[in-house]
């Protein structure tokens, strides 16, 4: 790892507030920011994190949803243990993950995913995108009616189009960015709230376009 990151990951207050606390990941506070504004983990509910590991999100979603909530945690990576979180290791963009959650129903859907860093921006930003449609994809099969679904993504010009596919699916559409994302940063948080499943008929999804696993 360079110094110079080292370095200044070290000078971050988010950074050494997660140690601090025994978060695992400075992306804890961006999803407590994300809830502290939108109210989407309440005492009792049922929460799928994506792309899960360290573990950061999974440790504020179950703290927030309480003894009486379900976090379930998905990631192809090793997640040390979390007390209230159930762990599957599995791709996001594999058909056989929403069997593998054993039919639950998720009050809402969770996804810090970020692809590979290949220092194309263009690459990157539509690489973002299609792991939101990917997460966007599973989510209306597990969603809960009214449930709600955040996911980070690199802003670029894909971003309006995806925004306009999540407000076919959900009532309120918003945009935000954590005061612990960093400053130079691009990425961005869309968190869709009121979920409408599909009224075609049982079980059907609005089609999206394919997206690699992650």
Known sequence: MPRRFVAERRRDPYYRAAQREGLRSRAAFKLAYVDDRFR?????ARALDLGAAPGGWSLVAADRVGSRGRVVAVDPRAIEPIDGVEVVRGRVGDERLAARLG????DVVLSDMS????GAYATDHARSVDLVRAALRLARTVLLPGGSFVAKVFDGDLVPSLEAELRGDFSDVRRTKPPASREPSSELYLVARGFRPAREGPGSVPAAPRAPAI
């Open 40 to 44: 989407i983990l309440r005492p009792g």
């Open 103 to 106: 039919g639950t129903r998720f």
């Open 115 to 118: 692809p590979r860093i290949s």
